[in-house]
């Protein structure tokens, strides 16, 4: 099971690597026509990852569990789903290869259209998932990013969800916008923070964006 959404929503890159195929500047919601979704990874330094809030939003900054490096931008302040939110997820290289049972070279490769379309197929069966739809691929920060909504019901609350995968030299990527519940719709501030994503090196001036902080658990 990749993702049975809502709480689990941070657990997709761990298991969706089945869109492996053996062992990347600024930009906006262009659709990409790529004629390739393969992306090699580098066992290496992490980028800073940035993005702006919207207005009001708060930004959430949660400790490492199982390889992610978590964070939650949410418009009540809160880390659950009590409102909507956009969630940052991110797997390194390194566990990514441990995964995947490769022990040898600094370099791993992967399908991210692959990793998209598995998540969808794990969702097969799953009564609470509806509306589920492939979205057209678009760049973030300049890099592919394949994505896919779900509409899902929790105690026959809906709520939506809208998911982006990114293949970067330093690792997996995943960012989760997700409506309030009752909403039906991702809100236009949140889609619009997708702009507003930045990666610069470790230590580097080169964003106006703050890094966003994060919580390593001991």
Known sequence: MVLRRRGLVFGAAALLVVGIVGGCAPGGPEVVESPSS????????????????????????????????????????????????LRVSYKEVRELKEYRGQRSGDHFV?????????????????????????????????ERAYGHDYLHAKDGVPQR?????????????TITLVSAPGETVVPAEAVAALDTIEWSPA???GSSVSPVPTVVES
């Open 203 to 205: 230590g580097s001036t």
């Open 110 to 142: 992967i399908d991210i259209r692959k990793t998209r379309d598995q998540s969808m197929g794990d969702s097969q069966g799953n009564f609470d998932i509806t509306e589920e739809r492939a979205l057209p691929n678009r760049l973030i920060a300049g």
């Open 38 to 85: 393969v992306v090699t990874m580098t066992v290496g330094p992490v980028d800073e990852f940035h993005v702006v809030p919207p207005e009001g939003w708060v930004m959430i900054p949660l400790g490492r569990k199982r390889g992610f490096v978590h964070c939650v931008v949410s418009a009540d302040g809160n880390d659950g789903f009590s409102a909507a939110s």
């Open 161 to 173: 969800f809208q998911e982006w995968f990114i293949g970067r030299h330093d690792g997996l990527w």
